[in-house]
């Protein structure tokens, strides 16, 4: 089939092509872009009927695109065959698959080329060459390339959706921070987000009130003109300076940096400091995630 009100497009190396301009490329079928692949957990004790669920955790995913190529003469043909290859060279960067929707609706994954793409000469239909592409996503779950900035501190600001400072937050004579948002993470599914304290702050403690979870520098000072990040993200699970020196081991025993996270729908964030300035402000950003289209 064709696709009239969608489309797709793919980066690589930073370079963006359209999948589907009705010109050059037309975006024929694709498949696994719905749900994500779930993998049960479990467990079973000797002499047990079954097995105790544990939960899950989602698999890599596999898409299939089957894309067409046009070209107008012989010549055109074969470049049109080396273009399309060229979109998927194998690379240790990802692509990025982009589909966007009517109502302003975009899903990106991150994604390698897989196997197929052997194009072979059956494919070709007149000057057009049919050929299936098989993608891997390693995180197989898609994500609003928007990037979401919520900001906490003395001033506003920030990018993304827009969300309603909430009271208490003091400053003055206590010199203290002591500020909740209402985070929303729009999408189905539970996102790693990355947060930035700008000093000056002592003591600063993250808590995401809603699943109970907490980053906590308690005991050490953050000073003016510095910036920690804390990268939740699986793969980094890091906390550096301005510098990219490491400051993991800043954070407290009790800590949820493995962990911390931000559920689908709306979290109550909760950072708190003393000995702040006019500087001083935290920073929680994130990708809305989804399980599928």
Known sequence: MAFTQVDLTITSNGVTTDLHDQINYFWLDADGLGMAPVKRLTQKGP????????????????????????????????????NLLSLFTPSVSPLKLLFTAPTNRSRQLDCFFNSNFTMPFKGRIGYTQVEAIELYAPDPTWYDPTLVSVPFGTTGGGTGMPFPLLIPITFGASASLNQTVAVTNAGNYRTYPKVILYGPIT?????????????????????????????????????????????????????????????AGVNSITVTGSAVGGATQCSVQFYSRYTGI
């Open 47 to 82: 002499m047990q009927d079954g097995v105790t669920d544990l939960g899950y955790r989602l698999d890599p995913r596999h898409v299939t695109l089957q894309i067409a190529a046009v070209a107008t003469d012989e010549a055109s043909y074969y470049t049109a065959r080396e």
């Open 203 to 263: 003591n600063p403690v993250i808590t995401n009130t809603t699943t109970g979870e907490k980053l906590d520098f308690t005991g050490y000072t953050i000073g003016s003109g510095n910036t920690w990040t804390i990268d939740c993200r699986y793969g980094y699970k890091t906390v550096t300076d301005q510098a990219a020196v490491n400051q993991i081991a800043k954070l407290s025993l009790t800590s949820d940096l493995s962990t911390f996270h931000l559920n």
